[in-house]
């Protein structure tokens, strides 16, 4: 079915067709659509903590490669909030979802010097990407957007979620149906393995720095001992930051998305820069991360950096300087959910 995936996705998206998509999918992630992802999340959180101790018990010495579990932790946590659907991936590793992403977008991840360089001619010539197969088996492709047609038809209650969007999309013939469902596909496109790469390259920095690990785990166990149940929620998550400014830390070092690019539509004066017409710009955002004029000893995991006033957690995009999550408009729309309702 899909021939050319280019331009359909939120993540892909130009000009006035992106505007309208944009506007139909943020309401995804309001405060109070947040707040209630926050039981399915744990459910999934306790399914992930009791596989990883069942890893540690059958491993002769008590190593445990992360990356798997943090795929499954985050492919549950989309699957659930936004498509209202149980995948259970610890449990279940062969559920079809979760093998199609791992199809997909590990493999579509840049791992060579070539595929870099490949890369970066694309983005600068991209009707080369009509010559080259770059999306490899599109029937995974088509199981994403079949699954999320099928889903959203199914669907008969309201919940909240990206589903009921799409839905409302649909419902007000605001994109063609081709493209409708494509939204689904570009979900769990930048969430996926952002999400699992960005716990995982955190394990990493925290082994590497046991007194952060210390810290961190000390500000956990404080907050933890406050709440009787034991069961974190939105408000005990705005009080813990440390472990938010050992996150941004962590992508400022180690983040998935180390590049974005945008295209000049008509031409502009950027300082005493004259940007013309079609001209693809593109933000170094690893470069910017580790300029040590913004960031002193860029290499060093220091999450202090990213403690204020009063000990608060706080790394603004407005000033351009942390871009983790993008900038402007086109700022990451998941990240107010990655953040538990930051910025
Ligand atoms: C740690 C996790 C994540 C990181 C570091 C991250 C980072 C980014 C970055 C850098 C961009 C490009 C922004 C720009 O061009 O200025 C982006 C866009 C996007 N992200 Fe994320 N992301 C994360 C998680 C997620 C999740 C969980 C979702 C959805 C469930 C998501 C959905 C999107 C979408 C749809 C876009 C395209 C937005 C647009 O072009 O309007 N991301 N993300």
């Not at 013309?276 to 999450?303: C, S």
Request: hydrophobic fraction near 35%; include cysteine; aromatic fraction near 12%.
């Amino acid at each position: 079915m899909f021939l050319n995936l280019q331009h359909i996705s939120l993540i892909d998206a130009r000009k006035d067709y992106w505007k309208e998509m944009r506007k139909a999918l943020s309401p995804t992630f309001t405060s109070g659509k947040i707040k209630s992802m926050f039981a399915p999340i744990d459910g999934v959180v306790n399914r992930m903590v009791d596989h990883m101790e069942k890893k540690r018990k059958e491993s002769a010495d008590s190593v445990v490669d992360v990356k798997p579990i943090f795929q499954g932790l985050s492919l549950d946590s989309i699957s659930n909030c936004a498509f209202g659907v149980e995948t259970d991936s610890f449990n279940n590793p062969g559920n079809k979802l979760f093998k199609t992403c791992l199809n997909i977008f590990v493999g579509f991840t840049v791992q060579t010097a070539f595929e870099s360089l490949m890369l970066f001619t694309f983005s600068f010539f991209p009707f080369l990407q009509k010559f080259m197969d770059t999306y490899g088996d599109k029937k995974q492709w088509d199981y994403l957007w079949d699954m999320t047609k099928e889903i959203s038809e199914k669907r008969t209650h309201e919940r909240g979620d990206f589903i009921d969007r799409i839905k409302e999309i649909k419902k007000q013939g605001i994109l063609n149906e081709y493209q409708t469902y494509a939204q689904g596909i570009g979900f769990f496109q930048a969430g996926f393995e952002t999400t699992s790469n960005t716990l995982s390259t955190l394990t990493y920095a925290l082994a590497k720095n046991p007194d952060v690990q210390e810290e961190l785990f000390r500000e956990v166990e404080e907050v933890m001992s406050k709440i009787g149940d034991g069961k974190m929620d939105h408000e005990t998550v705005q009080d813990m930051p440390y472990t938010e400014a050992c996150l941004y830390e962590n992508l400022r070092l180690n983040g998935p998305v180390t590049r974005v690019d945008r295209l000049c539509l008509r031409d502009s004066q950027l300082g005493n820069m004259k940007i013309k017409e079609g001209t693809l710009v593109q933000v170094p955002i690893w470069a910017v991360h580790h300029d040590p004029e913004l960031y002193p000893e860029p290499d060093r995991f220091d999450p202090s950096r990213f403690l204020g006033e009063g000990g608060k957690a706080a790394a603004s995009g407005g000033d351009f300087k942390y871009l983790a999550f993008g900038g402007g408009p086109r700022l990451c729309i998941g990240m107010r959910w990655v953040l538990v309702n930051k910025w």
